[in-house]
């Protein structure tokens, strides 16, 4: 089966915290590309990041780090210095290249930062 | 930038009616896409579209459903008769290739009464 965890449903955290958000991932394939979006109250969905299956590098952007691990099916997302700005939810998704396949989102996990 | 859009941004019809949802993707975008979003929930695919047809397409996308690319620029989606559990945010979306990052327009909230 394709598909996306995000165990975390809701998280709140106080501003300047760091915060972590979970995706865990299943794929039978070996090259596919992992994304997040970003979904703030305004409701428009964001890029984030792209991802590929045979890149393990960890990546930061800013204040944003992303940790892939192939060994954990994991795509986690850091937030460092949470700022009220980064309120939204927070999608992680998955593409397999087997095919005209489409993006396939996890539930999301909303994030609330409190000044 | 360019980007997506999605016209209107909230459309309200009652039971029965048919609407039709419409997009300009990027423009040297090839691939193009619909999803939905019931409130509070996950972002569902619906299809994708690709040289002029339907690539691939969800069990949501039924019979009622149907995406067309009449001209160069725009991409619609239609319901021919909508059903209160139609009633969600619709997401278009394209990319320049198959892999590549989906671009988002901000969605049209179609409401079903």
């Known amino acids: 089966a394709q598909k996306v965890t995000q165990a975390q449903t809701e998280i709140s955290v106080v501003e300047k915290e760091d915060v972590t958000l979970d995706c865990v991932y299943e794929?039978?394939?070996?090259?596919?590309?992992l994304f997040w979006y970003k979904q703030p109250p305004s409701g428009e969905l964001v890029f984030l990041i792209r991802?590929?299956?045979?890149?393990?590098q960890n990546e930061i952007s800013g204040r944003y780090s992303w940790n892939f691990q192939k060994s954990t099916s994991s795509f986690n997302f850091t937030i460092t210095a949470s700022q009220v700005v980064d309120s939204a939810v927070y999608f992680c998704?998955?593409?397999?290249?087997?095919?005209?396949?489409?993006?396939?989102f996890g539930k999301g996990t909303r994030l609330s930062v409190i000044a | 930038e360019p980007e997506v859009t999605q016209t209107p941004s909230h459309q309200v019809t009652q039971m029965g009616q048919e609407v039709i949802l419409r997009c300009v993707p990027i423009?040297?975008?090839?691939?193009f896409y619909w999803y939905r979003q019931i409130l509070g929930q996950k972002v569902e695919f619906l299809v994708s579209?690709?040289?002029?047809?339907?690539?691939?397409k969800s069990e949501i996308f039924d019979d009622q459903f149907s995406v067309e690319r009449p001209d160069g620029s725009n991409f619609t989606l239609k319901i021919r008769s909508t059903k209160l559990e139609d009633s969600a945010m619709y997401f278009c979306?394209?990319?320049?290739?198959?892999?590549?990052?989906?671009?988002f327009g901000n969605g049209t909230r179609l409401t079903v009464t």
């Open positions: 979306a394209s990319s320049r290739e198959q892999n590549s990052p989906l671009h």
């Open positions: 423009s040297n975008h090839l691939y």
């Open positions: 794929t039978r394939d070996t090259t596919y590309y």
């Open positions: 579209f690709y040289n002029n047809e339907i690539s691939e």
């Open positions: 998704a998955l593409i397999w290249n087997s095919g005209n396949t489409p993006l396939v």
């Open positions: 991802r590929n299956s045979f890149d393990e």
